[in-house]
């Protein structure tokens, strides 16, 4: 399946891993300063790495290039992880070949991985590794329904300027709602109304360094209730 908006443009960025452009919402998929440096800073170590559990369900708003879930894959094989990763618009294989993260990353494994994480099959599960499962979803955000509980969400979605849809207290609310207690979602922005946002799903909010380029990030948790 590949239902990739026509004017997305490969670029490398400034750690020269690959990103991608959308020239109609003037966005890139990853930073311009280091597509690999802010995956690696906000998803893995923010994220994946704070999060103590050794079996997890992920969520991915976005999968996009696939680098999230090739990280993710790659340092996290000694964990059951299940991954869930939604995405309105998939890239096309002809420029999927022209990603470099395996050449980047210098990990023996990354380009076998790569490329099955993008041959698998759109909704429907397909396990990479024996202790990775994924179900790429070829969706959007609101109309996404699931019964799953997830330990980690990975918040990639574009920019709150050019989906205001996406990050909304309605669409954070229902993220909450299924998220595990002790639940993680972390996100690239530090913007006032997604603070709002996040605050208002119930959600403790923390402000952490961000990435190159960003001063600020956010990580949110879902905190166990207390019992009287």
């Not at 959600?203 to 209730?225: C, F, H, N, T, Y």
Request: hydrophobic residues 35%.
């Amino acid at each position: 399946m590949s239902t990739n908006h026509p004017s997305i443009q490969l670029k490398i960025s400034e750690d020269g891993s690959s990103t991608l452009y959308r020239p109609d919402l003037d966005e890139h998929y990853h930073s311009i300063h280091g597509a690999i440096q802010e995956s690696m800073h906000v998803f893995i170590e923010a994220g994946f790495n704070h999060h103590p559990g050794n079996q997890l369900n992920i969520l991915e708003i976005g999968f996009g290039t696939g680098l999230n879930a090739l990280l993710t894959l790659l340092y996290g094989q000694d964990k059951n992880i299940y991954y869930h990763s939604l995405e309105r618009y998939p890239v096309n294989p002809e420029l999927v070949s022209r990603i470099n993260y395996p050449d980047c990353l210098h990990i023996a494994e990354a380009a076998n991985y790569f490329e099955k994480l993008h041959e698998a099959p759109w909704n429907s599960k397909e396990e990479i590794h024996k202790n990775f499962t994924l179900f790429k979803e070829a969706g959007s955000l609101e109309d996404f329904n699931t019964s799953i509980r997830f330990d980690l969400i990975y918040f990639d979605a574009f920019a709150p300027d050019k989906q205001p849809e996406l990050w909304t207290p309605g669409i954070f609310e229902y993220l909450a709602q299924h998220m595990n207690e002790g639940g993680t979602l972390t996100t690239y922005s530090a913007k006032g109304t997604v603070k709002r946002a996040l605050k208002s799903a119930g959600l403790s909010l923390e402000k952490i360094p961000g990435p190159p380029g960003k001063r600020d990030m956010l990580r949110a948790v879902k905190r166990q209730k207390m019992v009287r």
